[in-house]
């Protein structure tokens, strides 16, 4: 493919936009300065910098972030900041969406892809996509409300009771709870049935994929091969 398509591909910008950039000497290629736009490379393996930044080419770009508290999950958020600026303009570009949404309050994995497809699969409430999220709650949990949360309790405007899949506590007021679904403030309408109230709401894992130890508040990174095939696989 030739420079100034793969950059923009890449999210780098128009194909005018790359190519001015690589005739001003900003592109390295596989290690090598190239200041011609029109110079073929396989993308296959392709590492390349723009401004000194380094890149992998990537096919489609997907992601894991490690969403901090107060951060919307949209484009245009209205009383928060925005996701988005957590992560690089390139990938902004490129159009990544997150895999369903946190609440503004709520912390922890958050995946992100421009792969409409997969996208569409991790998000649909159809697929029993687990998410495992640890819940601080105002009162203490009882033997009863925990039977209730996987028995099923009903919500407001939904026809039929939700429950859990797994709900363990881990002291009085902590909870580590699977749900499969995506339901709009689920965790916290299901919690408010029971009669108590979620304080804190972090999100441990997504269809089976940990947040990764290593990753910072805010942060982001790439995921893997190895963590996308079992992703791409549900
Ligand atoms: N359930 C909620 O109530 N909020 C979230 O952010 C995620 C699940």
Avoid at 114 to 122: K, S
Wanted: aromatic content about 6%.
């Amino acid at each position: 493919m030739q420079l100034e398509r793969i950059l923009q591909s890449q999210g780098f910008g128009s194909r005018k936009e790359c190519r001015a950039m690589i005739r001003h000497h900003l592109v390295t290629v596989n290690g090598e300065a190239c200041a011609n736009p029109f110079a073929e490379f396989s993308t296959t393996g392709l590492h390349f910098s723009v401004a000194d930044e380094a890149w992998q080419f990537q096919a489609h770009a997907t992601l894991v972030l490690h969403k901090p508290a107060g951060y919307e999950c949209s484009r245009q958020p209205q009383h928060h900041r925005s996701i988005f600026e957590l992560i690089p303009t390139p990938l902004r570009n490129r159009g990544v969406q997150p895999i369903g949404r946190l609440d503004a309050d709520t912390t922890g994995i958050l995946l992100l892809t421009d792969n409409g497809q997969l996208n569409h699969r991790l998000s649909s409430g159809k697929r029993n996509i687990p998410k495992v999220y640890r819940v601080g709650t105002r009162h203490p949990l009882t033997p009863e409300s925990i039977a209730n949360l996987l028995a099923g309790v009903q919500l407001h405007d939904e026809p039929a009771p939700v429950r859990a899949v797994a709900a363990e506590q881990i002291d009085s007021t902590t909870l580590r709870l699977t749900v499969t679904e995506g339901k709009y403030h689920q965790v916290k309408r299901m919690l408010a049935a029971t009669g108590n109230r979620v304080e804190t709401l972090h999100r441990e894992q997504f269809a089976g994929m940990l947040l990764p130890a290593n990753l910072a508040v805010g942060s982001w990174r790439w995921l893997s091969p190895d963590e996308l095939k079992p992703l791409e696989q549900q």
